[in-house]
């Protein structure tokens, strides 16, 4: 299954993201390409352990719908988004994007033998659930801004 450990995923998550300018306009949603671009560093930011979220009370974590989540359904548009990943503030372009290609080689560099953080709404996750959920999620901001 695709996930950011695979080096091609990986190789083509990091071209498109090397495609976004910072006009790129979004296809839907409220965020802006800078911050989205801050918005998915985070979630790697959580993935590294560089920044913790509050447990979600939320049915995401459980079985089945964690499975389904994980392994089956698309990243649903509009889905609710946990407060530390919402509403992110961009700063300097060039930076953001660095910061994010950056996160995305640390988290591939990651022990992969040691238990990783848990996740605010899914709970605990393998390694292997993470670099899925991870490349999903960028792929998903990706597709909605086109590229």
Not at 9 to 16: P, V
Not at 68 to 74: D, E, K, T
Not at 90 to 113: P, Y
Not at 137 to 146: A, E, K, S, T, V
Request: proline share 8%.
């Amino acid at each position: 299954m695709a996930n950011i450990f695979d080096s091609a995923e990986r190789e083509a998550i990091l071209g498109r993201i090397g495609r976004l300018t910072a006009a790129t306009q979004p296809k839907w949603g409220r965020m802006n390409v800078g911050q989205m671009v801050v918005h998915c560093d985070l979630q790697l930011k959580l993935a590294l352990g560089e920044l913790v979220g509050e447990p979600m009370k939320t049915p995401v974590g459980r079985f089945p719908l964690k499975q389904l989540a994980l392994y089956v359904l698309p990243v649903p548009r509009g889905v609710p988004t946990m407060p530390e990943l919402r509403d992110p503030v961009a700063g300097d372009w060039q930076q953001d994007r660095e910061n994010l290609k950056t996160d995305i080689a640390k988290v591939v560099a990651k022990d992969r033998t040691r238990p990783w953080p848990v996740h605010p709404a899914f709970g605990t996750l393998s390694v292997s659930q993470w670099a899925r959920l991870i490349r999903d999620h960028l792929d998903h901001h990706l597709r909605q801004f086109g590229v």
